[in-house]
C-alpha cells in the first residue's frame, strides 16, 4: 500500500504583492505563504514528506477551465506599469494584480498538477500543495476574491483527462464559497462539489444567490452541487463534524469518489478577519482524517485562503500531519451544533434527499419556508413568509452591523503536541498465525507472576482453563497498558473468547471512558454494559436484548452487519457522532463470532475509529477466523482502507430505526441531531 505525503511549495510564489492602497486585499499578503511552510519545517513535519518540485502551468492546462480571452488578457499584465495594472484590476472584484502574479498563478497551477501526478500514479498517497494566489473564487473568464487561475478545478479537469479519474470529490472547507469551482462544474455529475461558507443570509461576500443549500447543481449535475451556508458568524468545531457526519460522509461514501481534492482555506478558523468563525486548528486534523479513507486515501490539499497568520500556520501543520498518518488530536470539548447550524443541515439535507440515497429516508421533510428565503424577502421588503418563520432566528438578530468592528485580539490555546508511539500496531497472535508485515508480534517485558495468575485466573477463567489461557489475559492487559502509557498506538489481538476480553480489557483499562464497538452478535457482556465508564454502541441485525440505555446503544440492521450500506450510515451518522461526542481514551472494536462485517468496510472501520482515543484502537477477533487478520493489521498501521465502491440505498426500515434512535438520543448525544428543534 503506497505510503508518503507529498509537500509541493516553492518560494517564488511569495514574490508578489499589493502595490497599492486596498483595504479589502490587503490581508492577501506573502506572509500567508511563509509563515506556512516556516511552521511545517519548524515542527519537523516538512522533512517528513516527500518534497516535490513545482512547474509552470501550460496554456493548455490553463484553458481546461479558463477562456482564451481571459488567459491572452492575464498574460499581458507582467508588461503592465502600475497605472495599467490598477486599471486591469478595476476589471475584476476584490483581487489584485502584479507583475509577478501571472508567473506565480502558473506555479499554483503547475503545483496542484504536480501532486496530482504524484498522487494518481501512486508515488506518495496524498499531499499538500502549498500555494498562492488562491484559486477558488476565479472563474472562465474572470479574476476574483485574490484567484487568478482556478487551481483546483484545473486540476479536477487534468485528474479526469490525463488519469482517467471518473468521480471526483471536491471538499471546499475554506470560509468562502468557491463560486469559481461550482460554476465550472455546475452540469458534471463526474464532479461532486462541497462547499461551506459564511452566508449570513446573502449579506456576506460574494453575495450569491447561488451560494445558498438550494444550489444543488443543473442537469445532468442535479445533485452533485452541495452547499451548506452559515447563516451566522462563531461556528465551531462541534458545527463542522456535524456538518462532516450528516452531510458530506454520507454523500461522499455514497458518491465513491476515485480522487478527493481539498480547497484547503484556513478562514474558517478562529482569529480569521474574514470568517470570524471559533473552530480551532485542531478540527482540521480530524476533517482531514475523515477524509482519508475515501478514494483509496488519494487526497490533495490545496491551499485556499487563510488570513490569520497564527492559525493559518497552526491548521496548515494540523492537516500536513494527519496527512502523514500522525495521531488525531483529543478533539475540544464537543456539544451538539447550535440552532443556525442545524437549520442549514437540515436544510442541505432535505434538498438533497431526492439525490443521495443515504438521504431518502432520512432527511426530515423540507422546513415550511427556507429562512434565508425569508430574510431575503425581508431585506427586500418583500412581504413576510408566514409568522414566526422557520429562521427562527430572524426576530432575534439585533440590526445588520454598519461596518465590522475593531479588530479586538482573539487568543486560542496552542494545538498540543500529536506524539507518535515509537511502535505503531502491535499484535497478540497464536503463535501458529502469522504475523502481517509491519507488524510486531507483542510481547510483555516480563510474565505473570503466580499472584498475578491466580488473580487473573479468579476472576476470568473457569478452574479447568489451562495455564496459556492464563498467560493470553496477562498479555492482553500489558498491551493495554503500553497503549495506555502511549508506547504503542493500536493494537490486535485474536482471543479464544470475544467476550471475556472485552470484560477483561474494560475493567482493566485506566481510561475514563471506553467505547467498545461491537459488531454482531450479542449479547453484550452484561458486566461491560453496566460498566458506568463504557459506551457500548451494539450494531447487528438482532433485536438488542438489553434494553438501551445512555451508554448501551443497539443499532439494529435489518440484514445485519453484512449490509455494507447500512453499516456505513450507521458509522458515520450514529457511531461517530457518539464517539467524537463521548471522547473515549481507548476504542475497543469487537468482532464476535459470525460477524458478517465484509473486509473493505472492516478496514474502513479500523481506519475511521482511530480518529478517536489518540489512534489508540485495540481490536478483538475470534481466535479461529483468522480472515480479517490482513486487513485489520493494514488499518491499524494506516494503510488507507479500499474505497467500497458506490453505496446502494440503505433499507427504509433501518434507516427508520436509525432515525428513531436519533431521536431518542439527541438528548443525551445533541451532536447526533440534524434539524433544528421545533420552533414552539
Ligand atoms: N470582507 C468581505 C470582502 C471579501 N473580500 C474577498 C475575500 C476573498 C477570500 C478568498 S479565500
Ligand atoms: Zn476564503
Redesign the pocket.
Known sequence: MKMGTALIYDEEMTKYKLLWVDP?CKIEVPERLIVSYEALVKSGLADRCVSIPVREATDAEILLAHSEEYLEAVKKTPFMHLEELMTFTQKYG?VYFHPNIYHCAKLAVGATLQLVDNVMTGKVRNGMALVRP?G??SQSSAAN???VFNNVAIAAQYAKKHHKAKRVLIVDW?V?HGQGVQYCFEDDPSVLYFSWHRYEHQS??PNLRESDFDSVGSGKGAGFNVNVPWNKVGMGNSDYLAVFFHVLLPVAYEFSPDLVFICA?F?SAIGDP?GHMSATPDIFAHLTHLLMNLADGKVCAVL??GYNLTSLAQSVCQTVQTLLGDPAPRPAQLGGACESALESIHSARAIHKKYWSCLQHAAAPFPEEPSSKNRRLAQQGGSQGPEGDAGGDAQKEEPEKVEEKEEEEIVWPEPLRRVAPSLRSALLLPDAVECPDGCARFSPAHGPGPLERARLRKSYLKESEDEASVTLLYNLTALLGQMEKNEIRNGLALVPDVSMAATLLTSASLSKRVLLVWMGEGPVPAQIIEDEKTLVVHIDSMEPHEAQSKYYIPITLKKGCGDTAGVVQAVLGLLLPLGYQYEPGLVLLARPPGCQVKGGLWQQLTCLLQGLALGHTLVLLQENETAPVGITASGLLGNAALSLGPLVAPGPEDVGSFEGLRLRLQTDWPLLQTTAPEKR
Do not use: L
Request: glycine fraction near 18%.
Open positions: 479589502v476584490d488562491p477558488h473564487h476574491g485574490f484567484c475554506d468562502h456576506f461576500w482555506g478562514d474574514e485556499e485562503g
